[in-house]
């Protein structure tokens, strides 16, 4: 049975697909993979290649030995071609583009060589959140794939995440700013509400942990560090001290948070 970073039959490791490496979080993955020694590759849309920002980073990727191929989502004969030299396949697309990986999964079904699929999720679970209808159906959308993939039998892992500490978390949970305030602070509902911020790298490298682990196949991975859950009131008192200064407290029920919400 392989465990935690164990190597396959015959002392090879997973090869791994991210699609989505150029982004955000699909650079972490792909770091992540490297680092684990998995022969790593990325599939990376034609344009990209000439696009000025993305160029250094994808000869940075084939100077650490990440093999480069083309297609793209909307590619299916790109997809199978992809797929066929690999084990393993992490998708790490855009919560708006999430249904595009429906062709991805025909692929997918049809290569018949991919050991363990994680979709493109990496927040809050679809099958659990409860939103007021603003999420432009993110999550509905993310479980739709989610019952896709049961469906096609497809073996899988869903990483569970939260907040990626780059949203929300810099400026002390106020929409709109990019730093935390130094002279007022809006607290929502009682402020007492706790909630999980993980680095990005964390994740991608829980992630890669996962796919070679029985122990999540089929299965929703949580990573919820409790040294990582933190109320409102908790982070405002925390930066408090930092900066030697209390702040003024406006109180925001949850009835004009989402009026304001619904307003802008
Ligand atoms: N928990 C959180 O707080 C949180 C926050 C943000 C995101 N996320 C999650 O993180 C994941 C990735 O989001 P991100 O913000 O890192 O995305 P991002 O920076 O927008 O990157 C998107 C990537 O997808 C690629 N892509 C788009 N369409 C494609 C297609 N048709 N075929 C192949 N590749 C395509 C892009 O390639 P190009 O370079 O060619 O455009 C890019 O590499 C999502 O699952 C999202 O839900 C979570």
Known sequence: ??????????????????????????????????AAGHPTYALVREPTFSRADASLLLRSFSASGVTLLKGSLQDFPSLLEALKQVDVVICAVPSSQVLEQKLLIRAIKQAGCIER????????????????????????KKAEIRRCIEKEGIPHTYISCNFFQRYLLPSLIQPGLKTPPTDKVKIFGSGNVKAVFVKESDVATFTICAIDDTRTLNKVLYLRPSGNA?????????????MGKKLEKIHVTEEQLLKSIHGS
Do not use: C
Not at 20 to 25: E, K, L, Y
Not at 233 to 241: F, K, Q, Y
């Open 1 to 34: 049975m392989a465990m935690v970073g164990e190597e396959k039959a015959g002392g090879s490791r997973s090869k791994v697909l991210v699609i989505g490496a150029t982004g955000r979080f699909g650079q972490e993955l792909v770091k992540a993979s490297l």
């Open 117 to 140: 699929f994680i979709p493109s999720e990496f927040g809050a679970d679809p099958d659990k959140v409860q939103t007021v209808e603003m999420d432009h159906d993110f999550y509905k």
């Open 230 to 242: 933190y109320s409102q009131n908790e982070l405002t008192e925390i930066w408090e001290v930092k």
